[in-house]
């Protein structure tokens, strides 16, 4: 993921608070930003079929104001990462949306020739919670793993360009996407064991 504001111009547009500054840093930011939104899109197939990309950013980008309210990011890295847990609830509560009980997904049928995956329009209740629960997590998990499982699992950026972007070797970044793997599950299993009603 290019990173193409520097650091002094980031702080620089975040401390004026202005509009024109804020218009200024989404329009330096919005090639970036949409990338974002379309690779993170990718990895929920069951939105991807009723919103499109520019949807979906427009309205995280109204979130990410809204964060940015109550968090400064130091550098393009946190900044990028803001964005990008803002866009990952944006999906969230459209998936929740589309496949609630009540959702239009739910209870649309899909024409079998259009080359839609209709899996998610067929999962139930149960599913689709325990898939709202898996990203819940993904949010819960320390900066360092969030960022991972960012890069690794809902880009799908090759280990190796991850590596370069955090400026690691590779070992590194194999053994933070372990750790993470490893937290989330624990997070899963805590979350699960939690909601089942004791005996």
Not at 90 to 119: I, K, Q, T, V
Not at 159 to 176: F, H, M, N, P, S
Request: contains cysteine; hydrophobic residues 40%.
């Amino acid at each position: 993921m290019p990173e193409d504001i520097q650091t002094t111009e980031l702080h620089d547009l975040l401390a004026r608070q202005d509009p024109a500054a804020r218009n200024e840093l989404f329009r330096r930011v919005g090639d970036n930003l949409e990338r974002l939104a379309r690779s993170l899109l990718h990895g929920f197939p069951s939105v991807r079929r009723w919103e499109g990309t520019g949807d979906i950013l427009q309205n995280a980008i109204i979130r990410l104001q809204r964060a940015l309210t109550a968090v400064t990011p130091t550098n393009p890295r946190q900044f990028f990462a803001l964005a990008a847990e803002q866009i990952r609830r944006e999906l969230l509560d459209l998936a929740r949306h589309y496949y609630g009980p009540c959702g239009l997904g739910a209870n649309h049928a899909s024409d079998p020739g259009s080359g839609f995956d209709a899996s998610a329009a067929q999962a139930g209740p149960v599913e689709l919670a325990e898939w709202c629960e898996f990203h819940e997590q993904v949010a819960k998990l320390p900066d360092e793993e969030r960022e991972i499982i960012g890069l690794l699992h809902y880009q799908e950026l090759p280990q190796a360009e991850v590596a370069e972007l955090l400026g690691v070797d590779i070992r590194t970044v194999q053994r933070r996407w372990q750790q993470a793997r490893f937290k989330l599950h624990t997070l899963m299993t805590r979350s699960i064991d939690q909601a089942v009603p004791p005996s």
